[in-house]
Structure formats: structure tokens, C-alpha cells
């Protein structure tokens, strides 16, 4: 196993070759000093971002809102009746739905009366 | 610091943030000496501020090292936006002169056995064997906990003593 001073001097090594590549400091911290500004935008990126974040939730409480509001359309519930129940009313069902009376016969709703056929 | 200051401390650490700004950018003179450029600018633009609570040196690394990774992400994303084919292409790296081969030839053994390992792996030991900093230091600037850094340590030393045995260098 390679030992710690071992490495040492390799690096040292890397080091001095390094250090033939090395740009004069002058040359770059003028260089540095030359260019632009940095830009603001990191300072006014958590604006941008706040901003589009509240415009996002706004439209999208918006669009909850909307989606459980109840529209004049919309039929209440004590009112509303299934589409198919229709099927429901089968013929004869009039005579099953009432309670009769003792002595009458359910035929005698069916057959019509002196006052009835008088009109 | 004022700036008369503040342009001493640069001027004496220099070399030695050329060298790890070199480490942060895969051994590129070139990117390492633009984003010593940036660095600077940040340093005297004062977005970002040395506020003494670790040495000039640790600091100014940890701010390389985030310049160099914003940099990496942000040609990644150019990369991934523009068309690539537009891009100029970058002169070769003049050669370093052949006074001593066999040292530069030992360096090179050094700079590919260090290109295997992780990055992490890579930044801990230059910053111990190169920049004779602590692993506690290491990991200040590394931005890690000293556990971590401990571990990247020891296994990047392990995988670097392979490496370097397997080139038969020892």
C-alpha cells in the first residue's frame, strides 16, 4: 500500500506542473476587473419566482372555486330524479300502490262512474 | 478588508486557487482561469463576502468550488439549449514545456488516476495532498460533513494507490 508521503510527493510533483500553467495574477484579476457586472438577476430571481407562484395558486384557487360553486342550472337534490325512472312506472302500478278498501274490489277503479261518465 | 487588502490576499493565494480551480473544472487551464475571473468579480463586486468565520483560504476554495459547479451547470444547459454545432472549437492546451519528461510524465500518471475516481473522492485528496489541508478543512470547503469527507478520503486514497500500482508507477 502506497503511504501518505509517497502521494505527497506526487502531488508536489502535479504542483510544479501546474505551476508552469499559471496566468499572471495582473492578467486576471484585470480581466475580471474588464468584465461586465455580474448580472442582478440572481437578486431578482425570488421575486420572479414569487410572483409566478402567487399568480399560479391564484388561478388555481380560481379554478377550485369554479369547478364547487353551484350553478342556477344545477337541479337540488330533493328535486332530481333518475333518468330511468321511468322504467319504474309499470302498468297497473296504480292499483298495487294503494291501500283497499274492505268490501271494494280493484276493479271498481278501473270501471267508471255515473259522475264520471256523465262528463 | 479593503480592497488594497483584499487584492494581497488574492495576489499571494494566486497560484494555489489557479491549481484547485483547476482540480473543480477537470484540469482545463483554460475554464480554471475564467472561473478565477468570475471569482474575482465576485469577490470585488462583494456578492460574495469573506465574513471571517473560517480561514481566507478555506473560504475562497469553498467559493471556487461553487463557481466552477454553477459553471458546469450552466454550460450543461447552454449545451442542452443551443445547437452545438455553432460552437467554436477551443485551441488545444499548449503542451508545458519538456524540461523534465519523466516528472511530466509521472504528473500525467497522477492527473488520469485521479480522472478515474469521484468527484468527491477526487476534491479531498487535492485538497489534502496538493493544498496541505486538513480533512476538516477539506470538508468545510467540500461543503460535506466531516464524516463524509472521511470517507471519501479513505477510499479515494485506497482507489488512487490501485490505480497508481496497476500504471506501474510505484
Not at chain 1, 89 to 95: F, I, K, N, R, V
Not at chain 2, 48 to 58: K, P, W
Request: aromatic share 6%; hydrophobic share 40%.
Amino acid at each position: 500500500m502506497m503511504d501518505d508521503s509517497e502521494l505527497r510527493q506526487r502531488f508536489e510533483r502535479l504542483r510544479n506542473a501546474d505551476r508552469d500553467r499559471v496566468p499572471a495574477f495582473v492578467q486576471t484579476y484585470e480581466r475580471a476587473r474588464a468584465r461586465q457586472p455580474l448580472r442582478v438577476t440572481p437578486r431578482i430571481r425570488p421575486f420572479v419566482i414569487g410572483a409566478a407562484a402567487a399568480v399560479l395558486l391564484v388561478t388555481v384557487w380560481m379554478a377550485r372555486a369554479r369547478s364547487f360553486s353551484h350553478s342556477e342550472t344545477t337541479p337540488a337534490i330533493a328535486t332530481w330524479r333518475a333518468p330511468t325512472d321511468v322504467l319504474l312506472d309499470t302498468p297497473g302500478s296504480e292499483l298495487l300502490g294503494a291501500m283497499p278498501a274492505l268490501g271494494a274490489s280493484v276493479l271498481d277503479k278501473m270501471i267508471p262512474t255515473h259522475s264520471m261518465r256523465g262528463t | 478588508m479593503d480592497d488594497v487588502e483584499l487584492r494581497r490576499q488574492l495576489e499571494r493565494m494566486h497560484a494555489e486557487c489557479f491549481g484547485w480551480a483547476m482540480a473543480c473544472c477537470g484540469r482545463d487551464s483554460d475554464d480554471a482561469e475564467e472561473i478565477l475571473q468570475t471569482v474575482y468579480l465576485k469577490v470585488l463586486d462583494g456578492h460574495a463576502h469573506y465574513d471571517g468565520r473560517s480561514s481566507f483560504r478555506t473560504w475562497m476554495f469553498g467559493v471556487i468550488r461553487r463557481t466552477a459547479a454553477s459553471q458546469r451547470r450552466t454550460s450543461w444547459l447552454r449545451g442542452l439549449l443551443l445547437d452545438r454545432d455553432g460552437e467554436s472549437v477551443r485551441p488545444e492546451a499548449p503542451s508545458p514545456p519538456d524540461a523534465n519528461v519523466e516528472s511530466d510524465s509521472r504528473s500525467q500518471t497522477l492527473r488520469n488516476a485521479l480522472a478515474q475516481l469521484a468527484a468527491r473522492q477526487q476534491q479531498v485528496l487535492q485538497l489534502v495532498f496538493y493544498h496541505d489541508l486538513t480533512v476538516d478543512e477539506a470538508a468545510a470547503v467540500m461543503g460535506t460533513s466531516v464524516g463524509s469527507a472521511r470517507t471519501h478520503y479513505a477510499r479515494g486514497k485506497a482507489r488512487l494507490a490501485t490505480l497508481l500500482g496497476d500504471a506501474g508507477d510505484l
